[in-house]
């Protein structure tokens, strides 16, 4: 169950990736350079090389903070977070006063939210 899990980690991994790219694309005209944040727990230490892969296979290489912060968009603190979530894409959206429908940002497999829950082993 623990290598299923993490499959699917991976696979819901990819398509965000994806997901936010072309949300970023969409509401800025071009792809800004991406912060990746990851939490310290078991399933990020168990995938952190395939997580680390997704991300260059497509093409993506990692810089300093300082490098990713440069470009315009990021020269605007953030001034609220939407109810989709804190994410930039969202928030640049909503200072242009473009339309996101957030809702279509996939979630994670229903059997995975089930194995997590409340009730969840351990």
């Given at each position: 169950?623990?290598?299923?899990?993490?499959?699917?980690?991976i696979d819901y991994s990819r398509v965000e990736?994806?997901?936010y790219a072309d949300l970023n694309r969409k509401v800025l005209g071009c792809e800004p350079p991406g912060i990746l944040l990851l939490h310290a727990n078991r399933?990020?230490?168990?995938t952190i090389d395939r997580i680390l892969g997704l991300f260059r296979s497509t093409g993506y290489r990692f810089v300093s903070l300082e490098?990713?912060?440069a470009p315009p968009a990021y020269r605007q603190p953030p001034r609220f977070a939407t109810k989709f979530g804190p994410?930039?894409?969202y928030r640049w959206a909503r200072e242009r006063d473009l339309k996101v429908d957030g809702s279509k940002e996939e979630e994670p497999p229903a059997w995975v939210t089930q194995y997590?829950?409340?009730d969840a082993p351990l």
């Open positions: 169950m623990a290598r299923r899990i993490e499959d699917a980690y990736i994806a997901y399933i990020n230490a168990a490098e990713t912060q994410m930039w894409g997590t829950g409340p």
